[in-house]
């Protein structure tokens, strides 16, 4: 994993002092991989612990791992298949975070009421995510309909939790249930490819996977099977825990 994408993933775990480092790293790249944590401390008028605690958030074993992997990619030359399935459900396991997974499932459970929503193929994932709620004696709901969707927003409080998918992050429908809630202070917990979105700034939790928009002859052919892997990790957790 890059690592502006890991900057992206662990962004709910950073601080300002973590963003000014990782300010620095991304315009001195070339020069950060040949210093020392002592002079890159001093460069940012912090102490060298400041660097490492950075490292172990965004994933790395430590200062070591984070200046190899990125002298790496500076001297990657060779270029992935980003259009096949492989790739997509590779980077989608790289992002699973098992902290947020395990957080996701604790609110879940602690909810009094949980609804899901999304449109056109994502709703088949809602659907899914009910039965497997049930599984464990969890009550949930999903409605296709605007209409219910926002009566079932209008009974709702802090005490429940909206589940909302939705790859592109920009559906608008999906952006209209999310600021709803938002108005009755319901916490959301959203689903989307990974890449900056509106979803993604209205909720309280973000989950990601790897699913970039594909379109052939007019039809939409977004590979799903990332969804599924989010979704089916995040329902195991939930049944292993409660």
Same mark, same amino acid.
């Given at each position: =994993?890059?690592? #502006? #994408?890991?900057?992206?993933?662990?962004?709910? %775990? $950073?601080?300002?002092? /973590?963003?000014?480092?990782?300010?620095?790293?991304?315009?001195?790249? +070339?020069?950060?991989?040949?210093?020392?944590?002592?002079?890159?401390?001093?460069?940012?008028?912090?102490?060298?612990?400041?660097?490492?605690?950075?490292? *172990?958030? $965004? &994933?790395?074993? &430590?200062?070591?791992?984070?200046?190899?992997?990125?002298?790496?990619?500076?001297?990657?030359?060779?270029?992935?298949?980003?259009?096949?399935?492989?790739?997509?459900?590779?980077?989608?396991?790289?992002?699973? /975070? =098992?902290? !947020?997974?395990?957080?996701?499932? @604790?609110?879940? +459970?602690?909810? %009094?009421?949980?609804?899901?929503? &999304?449109?056109?193929?994502?709703? /088949?994932?809602?659907?899914?995510?009910? !039965?497997?709620? !049930?599984?464990?004696?969890?009550?949930?709901?999903? +409605?296709?309909?605007?209409? #219910?969707?926002?009566?079932?927003?209008?009974?709702?409080?802090?005490?429940?939790?909206?589940?909302?998918?939705?790859?592109? &992050?920009?559906?608008?429908?999906?952006?209209?249930?999310?600021? @709803?809630?938002?108005?009755?202070?319901?916490?959301?917990?959203?689903?989307?490819?990974?890449?900056?979105?509106?979803?993604?700034?209205?909720?309280?939790?973000?989950?990601?996977?790897?699913?970039?928009? %594909?379109? *052939?002859?007019?039809?939409?052919?977004?590979? !799903?099977?990332?969804?599924?892997?989010?979704?089916?990790?995040?329902?195991?957790?939930?049944?292993?825990?409660?």
């Amino acid at each position: =994993m890059q690592f #502006e #994408e890991r900057v992206h993933k662990f962004e709910y %775990k $950073l601080n300002d002092t /973590d963003d000014q480092i990782i300010d620095y790293i991304l315009e001195n790249k +070339h020069e950060f991989v040949n210093k020392s944590i002592q002079s890159i401390a001093a460069d940012l008028y912090t102490v060298p612990n400041t660097i490492t605690r950075l490292s *172990k958030k $965004l &994933g790395y074993d &430590g200062f070591s791992h984070l200046k190899n992997s990125i002298k790496e990619e500076l001297d990657s030359t060779k270029a992935p298949n980003e259009d096949s399935s492989y790739y997509f459900i590779q980077k989608t396991f790289e992002l699973i /975070d =098992m902290e !947020r997974i395990e957080m996701t499932a @604790k609110m879940l +459970h602690d909810s %009094k009421h949980v609804l899901f929503f &999304g449109v056109g193929d994502t709703a /088949d994932f809602c659907e899914m995510m009910v !039965r497997n709620l !049930r599984v464990a004696g969890k009550h949930s709901e999903h +409605h296709i309909h605007r209409h #219910e969707m926002l009566y079932m927003l209008d009974q709702m409080n802090q005490h429940d939790v909206l589940f909302l998918i939705s790859l592109s &992050g920009e559906t608008p429908q999906v952006l209209e249930m999310a600021e @709803k809630a938002k108005q009755s202070e319901i916490p959301i917990i959203s689903l989307t490819h990974f890449t900056k979105n509106s979803l993604q700034e209205a909720a309280a939790v973000n989950l990601y996977c790897f699913a970039p928009k %594909k379109i *052939k002859n007019g039809y939409n052919i977004t590979d !799903r099977t990332p969804v599924m892997i989010v979704l089916q990790t995040l329902s195991q957790v939930y049944w292993d825990h409660f």
